[in-house]
């Protein structure tokens, strides 16, 4: 079975960063895609961004230019560095994987989630 760990949520000051780091493990086979999601208190889960096994990298609109994804070259570990943080970026992030098992049977799963608060 695969897991994912999220890690580096905290508190932080508006205008401040912080650097979240995402960890699978398990019987993989190969990764293809990992994402981050937010989801803030009483709203809807959100896209943050995507990075998939060529590195092509996708983020939503309301990060694009303050948020960079980057991993190592099997997706084993993505990093999201958050810059110029703003009170509307406080919430739980949540890692996403896809891929394949060991025995060649696709997963998809999620994290469980670290929170991110940005203070004014």
């Known amino acids: 079975q695969v897991q994912l760990v999220e890690s580096g949520g905290g508190l932080v000051q508006t205008g401040g960063s912080l650097s979240l780091a995402c960890e699978a493990s398990?019987?993989?086979?190969?990764?293809?895609?990992m994402g981050w999601y937010r989801q803030a208190p009483g709203k809807q889960r959100e896209l943050v961004a995507t990075?998939?096994?060529?590195?092509?990298?996708n983020y939503g609109d309301s990060v694009k230019g303050r948020f960079d994804i980057s991993g190592d070259s099997a997706l084993s570990t993505v990093f999201l560095q958050m810059n110029n943080l703003k009170p509307e970026d406080t919430a739980v992030y949540y890692c996403?994987?896809?891929?394949?098992?060991?025995?060649?049977?696709?997963?998809?799963?999620w994290g469980q989630g670290t929170l991110v608060t940005v203070s004014s």
């Open positions: 996403n994987a896809a891929g394949y098992y060991s025995d060649r049977r696709h997963f998809e799963l």
């Open positions: 398990g019987s993989i086979f190969r990764i293809v895609a």
């Open positions: 990075i998939n096994a060529g590195h092509s990298i």
